[in-house]
């Protein structure tokens, strides 16, 4: 299994921008699809967005679209979660979680094998 770190995530104004990012180790996750899931307090943990191995495809989810980009370094063995244009509804627990190898992306979280152990990011308004 490959092991993750998420790191990045603090407090923001409404409209700010935060870049987090999670670090693989293990393996190398070149071969694994990505995706990165929120949880906020009284929610069930959501989908956010989602890169393929190779990075062929993406997927995001509407509340998000427009605003938020994934992008993966599989040389750093790394995946970035880029978040603009943020709200308060954006404020959540943020977990990274691989799928594979040659995973495909989902949005069923228990379709991912291995996670982050996540990290808080607060939008005030």
């Known amino acids: 299994q490959v092991q993750l770190v998420e790191s990045g995530g603090g407090l923001v104004e409404a409209g700010g921008s935060l870049r987090l990012s999670c670090a693989a180790s293990g393996r190398s996750i070149s071969t694994y699809a990505v995706a990165w899931f929120r949880h906020a307090p009284g929610k069930e943990r959501e989908f956010v967005l989602g890169i393929t191995w190779k990075g062929g495809a993406t997927d995001y989810a509407d509340s998000v679209q427009g605003r938020f980009t994934i992008s993966r370094d599989d040389a750093k063995n790394t995946v970035a979660l880029q978040m603009n244009s943020l709200k308060p509804t954006d404020t959540a627990i943020y977990y990274c979680?691989?799928?594979?190898?040659?995973?495909?992306?989902?949005?069923?979280?228990?379709?991912?094998?291995?996670w982050g152990q996540g990290t808080q990011v607060t939008v005030s308004s």
């Open positions: 979680a691989a799928r594979g190898p040659w995973g495909t992306i989902t949005r069923d979280p228990a379709d991912f094998g291995s």
